[in-house]
């Protein structure tokens, strides 16, 4: 059971390259989240997915984009990648929305030059 | 959701309790006071919720004022792996979203 995994773990982009951030869960849960944590900072939610099917803007939407593949899956895209986006990307998941506990995947490092 | 105040830090001796403030004047009567830590580097990991009651799990207790403006997350026993970053957060469990991350207390276990 590996709970929440994330691909790529780091990644650097040049200004203006797109690319697109993975996210899996094992434990059948309906709801997933993306939220980006700047350096000092706590999480921000970016997108959100309360069931498969479905996806909400969070607190900073603006320059990303996702997907809910299946119920398992849930990735961020960035299109146009911008220096303001260097941040470290930690994707979640519930059982239900409104969940108690939400598991947190290890993060994906990015750095846009 | 309400607003939380948490101190930026503070320091434990490995072996003691570890004794965490926050205070949510504004807590509305349906929101819950939710604990998280965030290890260095890694994803945040679910602590311990409540609404009035105190409650205890495995990982710690948390004690809630009665009249709900302020809370106490306890360690009972504090090692060195506690060391992290304790975010304090107050929202309605049936939000279908959002867990509004502050800055957290920063706590360091000594040995």
Known sequence: ?113 | DAKTTQPPSMDCAEGRAANLPCNHSTISGNEYVYWYRQIHSQGPQYIIHGLKNNETNEMASLIITEDRKSSTLILPHATLRDTAVYYCIVRVAQNDYKLSFGAGTTVTVRA
């Open chain 1, 1 to 113: 059971n590996a709970g929440v995994t994330q691909t790529p773990k780091f990644q650097v982009l040049k200004t203006g390259q797109s690319m697109t951030l993975q996210c899996a869960q094992d434990m059948n849960h309906n709801s997933m989240y993306w939220y980006r944590q700047d350096p000092g900072m706590g999480l921000r939610l970016i997108y959100y997915s309360a069931s498969e099917g479905t996806t909400d803007k969070g607190e900073v939407p603006n320059g990303y984009n996702v997907s809910r593949l299946n119920k398992r899956e849930f990735s961020l895209r960035l299109e146009s990648a911008a220096p303001s986006q260097t941040s470290v990307y930690f994707c979640a998941s519930t059982w239900l929305a409104g969940g108690n506990e939400q598991f947190f995947g290890p993060g994906t490092r990015l750095t846009v030059l």
